[in-house]
């Protein structure tokens, strides 16, 4: 299973970016899907969140300005990002719990990160 993480790049403060994260591979389900953010020399920090059943949480930071959405038919998870300030810059990794196929009937879940992509947000 893999996470594959589009989107990011330079805007400036005011501008807009969309993110994208697709899931392949053997998935059986997909459970809660997120996005998590690590600016340099901080801590990586949860930015939203988005269940199976389509409830969302987002980090104070975000709220009002940051969507996050999934399509289940592809499974893909989003990240709509308006009014971006300077201090969004960061790396954002998607997140997923994914239920996946073993030998046979078996299925397993477990939690998989995408690898990044980077926001610049100028002043």
């Known amino acids: 299973v893999q996470l594959q993480a589009s989107g990011g790049g330079l805007v400036q403060a005011g501008g807009s970016l969309r993110l994208s994260c697709a899931a392949s591979g053997s998935i059986f389900s997909i459970n809660d899907m997120g996005w998590s953010r690590q600016a340099p020399g901080k801590e990586r920090e949860l930015v939203a969140a988005?269940?199976?059943?389509?409830?969302?949480n987002y980090a104070d930071s975000v709220k009002g300005r940051f969507t996050v959405s999934r399509d289940n038919a592809k499974n893909t998870v989003y990240l709509q990002m308006n009014n971006l300030k300077p201090e969004d810059t960061a790396v954002y990794y998607c997140?997923?719990?994914?239920?996946?196929?073993?030998?046979?009937?078996?299925?397993?879940?477990?939690?998989?990160w995408g690898q990044g992509t980077l926001v610049t947000v100028s002043s």
């Open positions: 997140n997923a719990e994914i239920r996946v196929r073993g030998k046979g009937w078996s299925t397993f879940s477990s939690h998989y």
């Open positions: 988005i269940t199976s059943g389509d409830s969302t």
